[in-house]
């Protein structure tokens, strides 16, 4: 068996509350899954939301101080549930497809706002503004074994203490089962693929130095320093 050029990276890998580690596969993210947040970011809050996505490489734990990403002078958060699959999933219907969630997660999607503006505007992918290092932080994951599969928690985004998102996941466009299904039609989905649900409204810029704390009620939290 041929030998590595090179050692390879280690595998990413995200804490499971009550021990153990969640190996990351693929990193999916879905857009403009509240209405209010739709609306801000100069949408219609009746179109359906639409996927992206991120390197493994970005997933940083909770608790990291992240670096102001180059290339930006407009460094957003956007704070999230996340799902994390731990069976395979692959056209499957919206009824099924809780079965196929392993756990739940809070998440950081950190976005540069004005290359995404500007991507957008010339109808180009989102990479430069979206799948960068550090750019998905992740609180641990709480098994549904333990939690269950929530529907109704409050969702809240502080910045040095302020709050700046506060909403209900069951204000979300699609569900969690929903999400899956619909994202089942164009993958084959399975163990260590995470799913970045969408943010509220209240998105907004962040300097070095500041804090962000974001709490999902009854699941857990995430937090991370800019530098």
Request: aromatic share 8%.
């Amino acid at each position: 068996m041929a030998e590595y050029v090179f050692p390879p990276p280690p595998v990413p890998a995200a804490a499971v509350r009550g021990g153990g580690l969640y190996p990351v596969r693929r990193i999916f993210c879905v857009g403009r899954n509240y209405a209010e947040h739709a609306r801000e970011m100069g949408g219609d809050d009746r179109e359906p939301p639409f996927f992206f996505t991120k390197p493994a490489a970005a997933l940083t734990p909770s608790g990291a101080a992240i670096a102001y990403p180059p290339g930006t002078e407009n460094f957003h958060y956007e704070m999230e549930l996340v799902l994390a699959l731990g069976a395979s999933a692959h056209k499957i219907a919206a009824e099924d497809a809780q079965a196929a969630i392993y756990g739940y997660a809070c998440g950081l999607d950190m976005t540069r706002r004005d290359l995404q503006a500007a991507l957008r505007e010339k109808k180009q992918p989102w990479d430069l503004a979206k799948a960068f290092e550090e750019s998905a932080v992740l609180g641990e994951i709480a098994p549904a074994s333990a939690i269950g599969h929530p529907r109704r928690a409050a969702i809240t985004l502080a910045v040095n203490g302020k709050t700046r998102q506060r909403a209900d996941i069951a204000d979300m466009i699609w569900s969690a089962p929903e999400i899956v299904a619909a994202l089942s039609l164009y993958y084959h989905l399975g163990p260590g693929d995470l799913i970045f649900t969408g943010t509220p409204a209240g998105v907004g810029p962040v300097v070095r130095g500041d804090r962000l704390d974001g709490v999902i009620e009854g699941l857990g939290a995430v937090a991370a320093t800019i530098r």
